[in-house]
């Protein structure tokens, strides 16, 4: 309401928007926001890792902008980037630890852990006892989270969120490419003539990579290969409406066609890879016909877009969760990647079989979270993997765990079946994330103990905390982040934390310390020193980064991409792999992989006649919105109420109207929204965003049986109009 | 519970130490930005002749619709974070993404509708300058601007709207959603006054003869034939009840002066003066509302009402002088006239000059038939021709698009129960009126009261998409 002030026509209004030149070459800046120093770091929300620049005032950020002559972003910033400090400093954020509720002192909240865990192990075993982290914190805390729960503490599992997001190309990579290990550099955006993008909405999802791709100068062919006419789809040259989980079919067809035409790089297969003779006689099965068939596109647009491939001289694909999310996502990017190794498109500027990583830190958390795979992509089973680790931390090698841990819906259904005990989530919302979510709240009820560790103490998943662990946000610590494109960059503290909050780094540290076993992460003082330990940790490795030893370096270079061995810098600032042609495989050569397409195991039904797909909503929206929903104007750009996609003939069918209040159900729940009617989704599909917690009430709890992804993409749904009220 | 080691307890304070010392700047050097270089060529390469301003120019079809400049805008111009204040906006027309600012129009209706002055057309850029510090908060400028420009600050009691960053043009540097947009979409040109909003190039939205906006789109896709965005979700607008108490009393007080009542004339007009000026997000500041007499009819309104309870002030002094009689019942004729020129200059089509005189003005006779106890039967009809003015905007119901069509929809549909409301408070009042004519005349202003606020809400201007 209006200050006394201001309605006396006393207090200048027009001051509070004067703006002046500011220092350091800004520009005009607001004056109330004058800066005395700015210092860049990377943004905390997707994997496209921007750089902004904080302007401090006592070291405090008070204003960013996009950093001008970074690699990555070059001047610009999506919504979420530059409205990144007001979820951070918002009023709502967790100051103090809680017990059941109940602010506590950390001491209280420490031990609480450490008895409650402490006695689960004790009484049912390490197996009894789990923790889901994230991509979202920095590699030296997921490195330090691995390590304590792990080696220190005795858990035997945890996952990630990533789990739900990059799990299936790291299993393409791993078995194609030998590493996982995303090939390519964005200015491979700017470089093709033809690009293929499967299953992503660039333009939403990551939007200052789809204006990269905007930059490229050759006028290239964009094809994107998605249901739904997304943002990406109409911006494009060419949109193929795929069926839902026709993408294998599809890919399958384009092979048969390359190979029939002879427009295979026959040179380059023959050099660089293996298994082709499996993948054209499984291709030989797929010819266009069938393929259109499955793929519920004409054959002809197989036939021509195999062709424009072939013809292509610098052809990249890119995918994101359309791939990746399905009951056979790990052999669909295979398909993908096969693809792009027959037509020789990899290795040179402008190509490469590329998946765009989700979360800030996704690639940390493949890397370095201990969960899926011991550090910098080892093997828990593998003996002389575990006595590598165990030497360079100093750790007694048999404290090393031996056997991967649960995938996280096997972690779902170990607290379902009783199993699992004890579970610590840290920075994800589970309850509203996970899939068939309707079921999860009261899994998470039954536990003997739930820990979680946010920034927020009401997010769906804190609700039910019975200890409450407060963290820092971004911008409040220091470490670093992967990108997409394997670029380490830096993100450093220019915020103090809220209260008693402190950065999970700290927690960790203070847990371990609470725990007993402080003395095995000794050498493990600060972020900077993790840092090198995990350059240590990787020498030798695919992603060596034993060249950088200091933050500093890395906030000088811009952010530097993996591989950076000692000795080897200084580095470009965008570099490619597998220029040479060879694998990480120990024979150097690529593994073309093919599966049959198979049906999948959820259908569509009488009672369930449409495709529910799912996928980002807006440019404004990050994941749960737990951030971002904090954000008055992220929510002013958001839409205002849930909104279903349909068919305009479907929606005829039911008798809904534009803007009709409807109920989407499944098999597993059902939500009410309002419909929007067009021609975005083609008929027997409806589309809803992942922000909203209604939406996971819907989706089906169906795994890829390989990565253990769930395929958010094809559940079964009805749609019912709704009587409106006045 | 378990003992605390004693170890942990230093180990703690120092973390909590260690998270509340900001080192970055003494850590790491620091970077000079690049000054606002890059965006030279986005910018005209001379500033604005006479006769000339600086304009914004859109390319729809660089355009994806990230909102980026939304946000830069926001950041850069360091807008109310709490309330999450745009002055831009990013709206679509189907598949095609559009982004929009103040147009700074060759013929801005804020300014020429702005009582107090608080606005002014920058001579050397042609930007539209709210001019903060003279603002009273009326918020009529967000009903004259066809293109919901200026917004109102709840905290400040005034309005803010965008600037065009011209202290940054005239400093060379380009506008913050210049700088922030990553497909150099937005740029600034500079354009002819004299022709500015002849053809803006975006085939939706209000008229732009209205105010003659000078930005210009341009696009190779141009939007497919589409219902306007008006008419995508037609929804009821603001009721401003203030407003519409300032209308009703006024025009009941001229009721009361046509049938000799100054007393209660006086009494409706200050209260009516006092609902106006309760309204303003700076009340203190109300004085300023003459000021634009000569362009502003909101103005001139305010002055017609001073004169007008001056002369029923002066007619009860006077003992009903015959004179001062007939002077309050002709200003009160004028304060009709002004109230109609208000709200008809802003080019909705439900609030066209002629129906609004009408509308106005029968209030006041159907006020002074009633106040002069006139037989009910007489009352009833007079008050059923009003009605017929009020709503025969219904006959548009089955029109496909269009304002009047969706008004019509709206008040048969989402607004029915409020004129529900409306005709039982007349049916009620005219039933109390023969046995208890001080409750059926109440009943009858507060049927009139919800009457008007249905005038506002059920008003559907184009809007930007």
Request: charged share 20%.
């Amino acid at each position: 309401m209006t200050t006394p002030m201001h309605a006396l026509g006393l207090g200048s209004c027009a001051g509070e928007l004067e703006r002046t030149t500011g220092p350091f070459g800004l520009g005009q800046v607001p004056s109330r926001l004058h800066p005395d120093a700015t210092t860049r770091l990377v943004c905390g929300y997707c994997s496209t890792g921007c750089s902004m620049d904080a302007h401090l005032k006592e070291g405090q950020a008070v204003n960013l902008t996009p950093t001008r002559g970074y690699s990555v972003n070059q001047g610009s910033a999506c919504p979420k980037g530059w409205e990144a400090l007001t979820p951070v400093a918002a009023p709502d954020r967790a100051t103090t630890p809680l017990l059941h509720g109940r602010p506590v002192g950390w001491d209280e909240a420490l031990t609480a852990f450490v008895d409650g865990f402490g006695s689960l192990i004790a009484e049912h075993g390490p197996e009894s006892v789990a923790f889901l982290s994230t991509g979202q914190i920095t590699s030296e805390e997921m490195a330090l989270l691995g390590a304590v729960a792990k080696v220190g503490m005795g858990f035997a599992h945890g996952d990630g969120n990533t789990r739900q997001c990059m799990a299936t190309s790291v299993a393409a990579h791993k078995q194609s490419y030998g590493f996982d290990s995303p090939p390519y550099t964005y200015s491979d955006f700017e470089a093709s003539d033809v690009v293929v993008l499967v299953g992503s909405n660039l333009a939403v999802a990551h939007p200052i990579l789809w204006e990269r791709l905007q930059r490229n100068p050759n006028r290239p062919e964009i094809v994107v290969i998605d249901p739904r006419r997304t943002e990406t789809a109409a911006g494009a040259t060419w949109h193929v409406p795929v069926a839902p989980k026709g993408d294998l079919a599809l890919v399958l067809g384009l092979l048969h066609v390359v190979i029939r035409d002879a427009l295979v790089d026959e040179a380059y297969v023959a050099e660089h890879c293996s298994g082709y003779a499996e993948l054209a006689e499984a291709a030989r099965r797929w010819p266009p016909e069938r393929a259109a068939e499955v793929a519920g596109v004409p054959t002809a647009t197989i036939e021509d877009l195999a062709r424009r491939i072939g013809a292509g001289k610098a052809v990249s694909f890119w995918w994101t969760m359309g791939v990746n999310q399905g009951h056979q996502a790990v052999r669909t990017a295979q398909a993908i990647i096969d693809l792009a190794l027959v037509t020789g498109n990899m290795g040179r500027p402008g190509t490469g079989a590329n998946s765009v990583t989700g979360q800030c830190n996704a690639m940390g958390s493949r890397l370095w979270s201990m969960t899926a795979s011991l550090f910098a992509g080892r093997a828990f089973e593998n003996e002389a993997d575990r006595a590598e680790v165990a030497a360079i931390c100093g750790w007694p090698t048999e404290a090393v765990p031996s056997k991967p841990s649960l995938a996280y819906d096997q972690i779902i259904e170990g607290i379902r079946t009783g199993q699992i005990k004890g579970l610590w989530v840290l920075a994800t919302n589970t309850a509203h994330s996970w899939g068939d979510r309707g079921e999860l709240a009261g899994l998470l009820d039954s536990l003997d103990l739930f820990v979680v560790q946010d920034l927020y103490a009401d997010t769906d998943t804190a609700r039910h905390a019975h200890v409450f662990l407060p963290a820092a946000g971004w911008g409040e610590k220091d470490g670093t982040m992967i990108n997409s494109e394997r670029r380490i960059g830096l993100v450093k503290q220019v915020r103090r934390p809220p209260g008693d909050a402190l950065p999970d780094f700290s927690i960790l540290r203070l847990l371990a310390h609470a725990w007993g076993c402080g003395d095995l992460f000794e050498a493990w003082s600060s972020p900077e020193e993790v840092f090198r330990i995990l350059g240590r940790l990787s020498a030798g490795r695919p992603c060596d980064h034993s060249g950088i030893d200091s933050y500093r370096q890395l906030d000088d270079a811009g952010g530097i991409q993996w591989p950076a061995p000692a000795g080897s810098g200084p580095w470009a600032s965008e570099r490619r792999l597998f220029e040479d042609g060879r694998s990480y495989h120990p024979d150097g050569r690529f593994r073309l992989v093919v599966a049959e397409p198979e049906p999948t195991p959820s259908p569509v039904s009488e009672t369930f006649p449409l495709v529910l797909l799912t996928g980002r909503g807006s440019t404004a929206s990050w994941h749960t919105e737990t951030r971002t929903g904090r954000s008055a104007l992220l929510r002013r750009l958001q839409p205002a109420c849930l909104l279903v996609d349909l068919h305009i003939d479907d929606a005829a069918a039911l008798g809904v109207g534009d803007d009709a209040e409807v109920e989407v159900t499944s098999a597993n729940g059902s939500v009410r929204c309002r419909a929007r009617v067009g021609d975005v989704v083609q008929r027997g599909q409806v589309f809803l965003p992942m922000h909203s917690a209604a939406t996971n009430v819907l989706t089906h709890p169906v795994v890829d049986p390989i990565s253990r992804q769930p395929s958010y993409k094809d559940t079964p749904v009805a749609v019912r109009r709704v009587r409106p009220r006045r | 519970m378990s003992r605390l080691d004693p170890t942990l307890l230093p180990l703690l304070e120092a973390e909590l130490r260690n998270a509340h010392e900001l080192t970055a700047v003494e850590r790491f050097s620091q970077h000079e930005h690049q000054g606002a270089g890059r965006y030279a060529d986005l910018l005209p390469a001379t500033p604005p002749e006479k006769g000339q301003q600086y304009a914004f120019l859109v390319d729809l079809d660089a355009c994806t619709g990230c909102k980026a400049c939304v946000t830069g805008c926001h950041s850069l111009n360091g807008l109310d974070a709490n309330s999450g204040e745009v002055w831009r906006q990013v709206g679509s027309l189907g598949p095609q993404a559009v982004t929009s600012a103040c147009h700074h129009c060759a013929d801005p209706a804020c300014l020429k509708g702005c009582p107090a002055e608080a606005y002014e057309k920058d001579a050397l850029t042609g930007a539209v300058i709210h001019l903060d510090d003279a603002c009273i908060g009326c918020s009529y400028c967000t009903m004259t601007c066809a293109y919901e420009v200026p917004s109102f600050s709840d905290r400040l009691g005034i309005v803010r709207k965008c600037d065009l960053c011209h202290g940054r043009l005239s400093a060379g540097e380009a506008p913050a959603c210049v700088q922030a947009c990553p497909t150099e979409a937005i740029r600034i040109q500079v354009v002819d006054v004299a022709t500015a909003g002849a053809d803006w190039g975006l085939g939706a939205g209000p008229d732009p003869k209205l105010s003659r906006p000078t930005t210009t789109y341009l696009g190779t896709r141009p939007p497919a034939e589409r219902p306007s965005p008006a008419d995508v979700r037609p929804v009821p607008a603001h009721g401003h009840p203030t407003l519409a108490g300032l209308l009703i009393l006024s025009q009941w007080a001229l009721g009361a002066a046509l049938v000799g009542d100054a007393e209660l004339s006086l009494a409706l007009i200050t209260a009516a003066s006092t609902a106006s000026v309760v309204h303003l997000g700076r009340p203190l500041l109300a004085w300023r509302a003459v000021l634009g007499w000569r362009h502003s009819w909101l103005s001139r309104e305010v002055l017609a009402v001073a004169a007008f309870t001056v002369l029923a002030l002066a007619t009860i002094l006077t003992g009903s002088w015959l004179p001062l009689r007939v002077a309050t019942v002709a200003t009160g004729l004028v304060v009709v006239g002004c109230s109609a020129a208000v709200y008809a200059v802003t080019g909705r089509r439900w609030w066209r000059l002629p129906r609004l005189l009408a509308l106005f003005g029968a209030t006041g006779a159907v006020a002074a038939i009633t106040l002069a106890g006139a037989p009910v039967g007489v009352v009833a009809a007079a008050a059923v021709a009003k009605v017929v003015i009020e709503g025969g905007v219904v006959r548009h119901r089955r029109v496909e698009r269009g304002e009047r069509a969706r008004t019509a929809r709206l008040l048969l549909g989402p607004l029915q129960a409020q004129v529900g409301r409306r005709l039982a408070l007349l049916v009620l009042g005219l039933l109390a009126l023969s046995t208890a004519p001080a409750v059926g005349i109440t009943l009858l202003l507060a049927g009139d009261l919800v009457e008007r606020g249905l005038l506002f809400r059920a008003a559907s201007p184009e809007r930007m998409p």
